[in-house]
T-cell receptor
Framework: GEDVEQSLFLSVREGDSSVINCTYTDSSSTYLYWYKQEPGAGLQLLTYIFSNMDMKQDQRLTVLLNKKDKHLSLRIADTQTGDSAIYFCAESIGRDNDMRFGAGTRLTVKP | DTGVSQDPRHKITKRGQNVTFRCDPISEHNRLYWYRQTLGQGPEFLTYFQNEAQLEKSRLLSDRFSAERPKGSFSTLEIQRTEQGDSAMYLC??????????????FGDGTRLSIL
């Protein structure tokens, strides 16, 4: 089983905010990442947060980290149809940067 | 910056054949990673190189799998005597060395392997 868990599906209307949630289990995780994957493509790095931070904002993206609960979220403001994709949460452990991924959340944006 | 490049994009082969994939990392990145991704799942770590040294291998990497990075630049992943269960997307990623802090990995578009 996976140590990083995400809900599998999220559907929103264009213009609304999307919130994708993730829980992880390893408290020694140093970095937490959000990647986006479109059909037939590799993973595109969206944003990442260091474990001593609570929040990071980057244009329409806001990452919140609750280290006590091992909970990570990605908020996409003003969601567009082009945001439809699978979003992966990942944790990085140790200096070798081993990464552990969740199964991905499929975001569908309806016009 | 051309990003991480993988070749071929798609490979279809019969069970029992050998296949080899190539990955060209971002030029200044000395860490290179291979992952396998099956349908509906996130990527699973296979192996990782720092320069030409293969530093870690997952339990998923059976003895039919071998990876090389002979000059510390491009890498190849070979699967011998392919099986149905090897059908997956094989992803390569690269990053600069971490030093005191890890750097994010940048992924290629992957090689999709289909075993007939």
């Amino acid at each position: 089983g996976e140590d990083v868990e995400q809900s599998l599906f999220l559907s929103v209307r264009e213009g609304d905010s999307s919130v994708i949630n993730c829980t992880y289990t390893d408290s020694s995780s140093t970095y937490l990442y959000w990647y986006k994957q479109e059909p037939g493509a590799g993973l595109q790095l969206l944003t990442y947060i260091f474990s001593n931070m609570d929040m990071k904002q980057d244009q329409r993206l806001t990452v919140l980290l609750n280290k006590k609960d091992k909970h990570l979220s990605l908020r996409i403001a003003d969601t567009q149809t082009g945001d439809s994709a699978i979003y992966f949460c990942a944790e990085s452990i140790g200096r070798d940067n081993d990464m552990r991924f969740g199964a991905g959340t499929r975001l569908t944006v309806k016009p | 910056d051309t990003g991480v490049s993988q070749d071929p994009r798609h490979k279809i082969t019969k069970r029992g054949q050998n296949v080899t994939f190539r990955c060209d990392p971002i030029s200044e990145h000395n860490r290179l990673y291979w992952y396998r991704q099956t349908l509906g799942q996130g990527p699973e770590f296979l192996t990782y190189f720092q320069n030409e040294a293969q530093l870690e291998k997952s339990r998923l990497l059976s003895d039919r799998f071998s990876a090389e990075r002979p000059k510390g630049s491009f890498s190849t992943l070979e699967i011998q005597r392919t099986e149905q269960g090897d059908s997956a997307m094989y992803l390569c990623a690269s990053s600069p060395a971490g030093g005191l802090s890890n750097q994010p990995q940048h992924f290629g578009d992957g090689t999709r392997l289909s075993i007939l």
